[in-house]
């Protein structure tokens, strides 16, 4: 594990969620090497050039600590099993019709694969990607993966695989996701974070969508504890959860859904950070009320710390470095200045293939983006003069 003090440059810790909208070139790539008219060699390049150009606008912006956009993934929750979105490189246990991850409030939906036969394995690990990037950088990295939660929906809610059980598949997730966290670690990464959005969207009962009604929020948080079981708490210092209510053209998945159906529950996780949707929150003070109250300061060991979405991705409105210092001074208020962190709210493009509508293009959405992220790092900078915290 690399060195890294998350306070040094800023006072208060400050970091991202993970991904960036894949410039407009790298998404037709990604199109004509579905449609057989470029072969995966071409892909890459366009890949590692969007990579390149998002490390050198991630370091001009100050943060202390950055991803590589997760410019060569398929999307935050199917790199581990299919090289792009309309499924080349699907993993050989897998087949096209699964479940809908989520339904949007636009009305669009994601579409997973199912499980077809065991035994099930990932085809690509996140660090498999940070490998090619953290060499490209002097600034520290961190690295996000999926949850064991969100690929359990890849089994089939009511009918069982035949010759391999939920069981077997579920206790197979959580080897992978330790796997999946430690291979990042031995590559450098300095933290990281799981991504967690079904956790909200877990309590939305929607009847499109019969998972979301089946009461499986306890058992996603029982799988992660099981990941979190597998390190220790000063591992788990490093290992972080993020919970959103979903980002995909700009639109969410569960923000209509009480983020106290979530909340209590969710710190439970015996992780050591968290990565949570705020800005975009319309009633904030409840929220930080309810992280106050329900933030452990030893969970298996480990202080939790919070930190706070003070950013939108899914607006093209640019937060200014004063609002961002204002919220996480407001935030103080309720709960202890010395657990409180900041991050966007959401990645800024979860999936490859991304138009970010409200923003007119997905190449203004990545200058959007750094300007946000730029005026993140000086507002927490800001918010932490004026709390005292070093
Ligand atoms: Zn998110």
Not at 183 to 208: C, I, K, M, N
């Amino acid at each position: 594990m690399v060195d890294y003090d998350p306070r040094t440059s800023t006072g208060i810790p400050t970091e991202p969620v993970g991904s960036m909208p894949r410039p407009a070139k790298l998404q037709e790539a990604y199109a004509a090497y579905d449609e057989g008219k470029i072969d995966k060699a071409a892909l890459e390049a366009e890949q590692e050039a969007a990579v390149d150009d998002t490390l050198a606008r991630y370091e001009a912006t100050g943060a202390p600590i950055i991803s590589d956009g997760e410019q060569r993934w398929s999307s935050f929750a199917t790199y581990p099993i299919t090289d792009t979105l309309a499924g080349t490189g699907l993993a050989p246990s897998l087949g096209p019709g699964g479940q809908f991850f989520a339904i949007f409030a636009d009305g669009h939906g994601r579409q997973l694969p199912k499980l077809v036969k065991g035994p099930f394995e990932y085809v690509n690990y996140a660090a498999d990607s940070l490998k090619k990037s953290i060499g490209k950088t002097r600034t520290p990295m961190k690295q996000a993966v999926i949850a064991p939660s969100m690929l359990a929906l890849l089994y089939p809610l009511r009918d069982p695989v035949e010759g391999y059980s939920r069981e077997d598949f579920e206790a197979k997730l959580i080897d992978e996701c330790e796997k999946d966290i430690r291979l990042a670690f031995d590559a450098g990464a300095a933290r990281v974070s799981v991504d967690f959005t079904e956790g909200r969207l877990a309590t939305r009962e929607d009847p499109r969508n019969p998972w979301t009604g089946a009461g499986l929020l306890p058992h996603f948080i029982e799988l992660i504890n099981g990941v979190m079981a597998r390190f220790s708490p000063e591992e788990r210092t490093k290992i972080g959860i993020h919970t959103c209510p979903g980002g995909d053209r700009d639109s969410v998945h569960s923000a209509d859904v009480p983020y106290n159906n979530l909340l209590p529950e969710m710190f439970k996780i015996n992780a050591g950070y968290f990565l949570i949707q705020l800005a975009s929150e319309r009633e904030k003070d409840p929220v930080y009320e309810s992280i106050g109250e329900h933030l452990r300061t030893d969970a298996d060991g480990v202080r939790q710390m919070a930190y706070l979405g003070v950013i939108n991705p899914g607006n093209p409105r640019v937060e200014s470095a004063e609002e961002v210092a204002d919220r996480l001074v407001r935030a103080a208020d309720f709960i202890d200045r010395q657990q409180i962190g900041s991050t966007d709210d959401c990645g800024f493009s979860p999936f490859s293939i991304d138009e970010k509508p409200n923003h007119g293009s997905p190449d203004y959405a990545r200058e959007v983006a750094f300007q946000k992220i730029t005026n993140r790092v000086a507002g927490t900078r800001m918010a932490a003069e004026r709390l005292g915290v070093s």
